[in-house]
């Protein structure tokens, strides 16, 4: 069962507060349980619009009652600015109440936090004492990182490959991925890697849920440029899984295409995937459309910059006149001239104006 589908039949519940009235007063007479569901469920848009910002104000009053589960979970809000704006420092204080308050779990998520801010030694404590308290997820992080090298002179590869060939064969996604990816780089672990890749099909066909995505975004990285029958179905198979991270759906999506079609071909349908790209996603997109094919990226632009008001003329594929003209406009409007004197078909000014254009919500 998906988290979307667990927070719905949770929500619907709920039935000692009106689902119009969503302040923190209201909360107050639900469970704390109740109190969680519901500021997921604004988070989502269950049964309800979609409001980040109440979610993040009604998990923050949760975890400020002490509630150790809307602890953890407003520190990852914080990390991904979820209802307000991404601070880790912020998300780093309520993970450590959670922790104090004696989530053992929450010490993985802790730990990824260090590690993406230097802080190795740390992040090595905290996923030794999730490990002893048996967390797997800890135990299986902390085996990658030892085999990656990631604790710096702290780490120790030969331990790191053992336990990861351990929770590989034990069907650990995370594990199988960072295995079945040293393999195809020419590193050795004592399992057998077609096992290991069908096992991990497995997995994405049987679940629908987190587990299944992530194999299936495993794949199909791994995967990516092989373009014999069989694989190429299999990956239009696994870019359809229902759990598939949005990023991912795009940007597989696209190298799927461009593997399957011409360069005429591919155009439309670059621009068909793009358009239909989340606004997070958006900018990733359209890159990706630019590093397979400036002609298509120039086609999707013309689309985008029209659907926006402005006037291209006719969708050539072609960084013409007219293009030109609009893109200038664009950047004057929005506020990155600087950027987009580098050149229009630069990386950096290419991620500018993509971050401008998802910002822009299409014209009617």
């Known amino acids: ?13 709920l039935t000692a507060t009106p689902l119009a009235d969503t302040s923190v007063f209201a909360m107050q007479a639900l469970t704390e349980k109740e109190r969680y ?20 104000q009604e998990m923050q009053a949760l975890a400020k009652d002490g509630n150790a589960r809307a602890q953890a979970r407003l520190a990852y809000y914080h990390l991904k600015g979820i209802g307000t704006s991404v601070d880790p420092d912020a998300a780093a204080l309520w993970y450590q109440a959670a922790i104090e308050a004696g989530r053992d779990n929450v010490r993985t998520s802790y730990a990824k936090l260090l590690m993406s801010q230097g802080q190795t030694a740390e992040a090595l404590t905290q996923l030794n004492v999730a490990s002893e308290a048996g967390i797997e997820k800890a135990q299986a992080l902390r085996a990658e990182y030892h085999y990656l090298g990631r604790f710096a002179e702290a780490s120790d590869k030969p331990f790191g490959r053992a336990e990861l060939t ?26 057998d890697p077609d096992v290991l890749t069908a096992q991990m099909l497995d997995v994405a066909r049987q679940d629908s849920g987190k587990a299944g995505g992530k194999a299936a975004e495993a794949l199909l990285r791994l995967w990516r440029g092989q373009d014999d029958a069989q694989t190429l179905a299999l990956r239009a198979e696994l870019v359809a899984h229902a759990a598939l991270r949005g990023r991912a759906r795009a940007e597989e999506g696209l190298l799927l295409a461009y593997d399957t079609h011409d360069a005429r071909a591919f155009r439309p349908l670059a621009q068909q995937i793009v358009s239909e790209a989340s606004d ?45 003209r609009a893109v200038v406009w664009f950047c004057q409007d929005t506020g990155i001239q600087a950027e987009c ?16 254009l998802a910002k822009m919500t299409p014209s009617a």
């Open 166 to 191: 351990r929770f590989a064969q034990a069907g650990d996604v995370a594990s199988m991925k960072v295995v079945l990816s040293a393999m195809q780089q020419g590193a050795e672990f004592d399992v």
């Open 37 to 56: 569901a519901k500021a997921e469920a604004l988070r989502f848009g269950i049964e309800m619009p979609q409001d980040t910002a109440a979610a993040f």
């Open 280 to 324: 997070a996603d958006y900018e990733r997109a359209l890159y990706v459309v630019s590093r397979l094919d400036k002609n298509a990226f120039v086609h999707v632009l013309q689309e985008e910059l029209r659907t926006r008001g402005y006037r291209v003329g006719p969708t050539t594929g072609i960084f013409n006149t007219r293009t030109m």
């Open 341 to 356: 004197r580098l050149g229009p078909l630069r990386a950096k000014v290419i991620k500018a104006i993509a971050g401008e």
């Open 1 to 13: 069962m998906t988290r979307r589908l667990l927070f719905a039949l949770s929500f619907a519940a």
